[in-house]
């Protein structure tokens, strides 16, 4: 089965500076990668998602990479801001089968 | 206009007790699932409901029993509570379709078994 892993498990940055996970997944037939945010006692929201037929997706400060070769994607934050900081998880899926989710990185912005 | 509620969002409860969480999306969706994030934040799948039919079934214990009344709901009942199974559930819901599968969660049931 499909198995993601990302990195690094704790990000700590400067206010202002660019953040970036990245993940990894095994199974090549994955084709759904969303990434999502998550706040201290909320439940997990998506902020970004990019599929197989597409090599980079950007929305304001946030933008996603996806080397389908390689099998990675990566999530990049720019100008972070102290609200940025939760905990982050990248996702992958085939089509419309279940989620399997990274194991979460810690993103920590000091002012 | 709560996209994704669960009720309720603390449970605390003694070992051997059995319990239910309930879980309403009101985005008109035809999927929902039940999610569960262990003390190290690690998210996993445990069922998926498409239009009441249940479609995604992980290796989870027969103790849990997930219903789905109407596309709008699907509750989660847990018989018989170990220490174990203490963690955060989360219910999600998402469109059944390839180029729409985007999954909303709701603010997750922090189940505490003493």
């Known amino acids: 089965g499909e198995n993601v892993e990302q990195h690094p498990s704790t990000l700590s940055v400067q206010e202002g500076d660019s953040a970036v996970i990245k993940c990894t997944y095994s199974?090549?037939?994955?084709?759904?990668f969303p990434w999502y945010k998550q706040e201290l006692g909320k439940g997990p929201q998506l902020i970004i998602d990019?599929?197989?037929?597409?090599g980079e997706k950007k929305d304001q400060r946030i933008a996603v990479t996806l080397n389908k070769t390689a099998k990675h994607f990566s999530l990049h934050i720019t100008e972070t801001q102290p609200e940025d900081s939760a905990v982050y998880f990248c996702?992958?899926?085939?089509?419309?089968?279940?989620?399997?989710f990274g194991t979460g990185t810690r993103l920590q912005v000091f002012p | 206009d709560t996209a994704v509620s669960q009720t309720p969002k603390y449970l605390v409860t003694q070992m051997g007790n059995d319990k239910s969480i309930k879980c309403e999306q009101n985005?008109?969706?035809?999927?929902m699932y039940w999610y569960k994030q262990d003390s190290k934040k690690f998210l996993k799948i445990m069922f998926s409901?498409?239009?009441?039919?249940?479609?995604i079934n992980e290796t989870v214990p027969n103790r849990f029993s997930p219903k789905s009344p109407d596309k709008a709901h699907l509750n989660l009942h847990i018989n018989s509570l170990e220490l174990g199974d203490s963690a955060v559930y989360f219910c999600?819901?998402?469109?059944?379709?390839?180029?729409?599968?985007?999954?909303?969660f709701g603010p997750g049931t922090r189940l505490t078994v003493l």
């Open positions: 999600a819901s998402s469109q059944f379709r390839e180029d729409d599968n985007e999954q909303f």
């Open positions: 199974d090549s037939a994955s084709n759904y």
């Open positions: 990019i599929r197989s037929n597409v």
């Open positions: 996702a992958a899926s085939i089509y419309t089968d279940k989620l399997i």
């Open positions: 985005l008109g969706h035809d999927t």
């Open positions: 409901y498409n239009n009441k039919e249940l479609i």
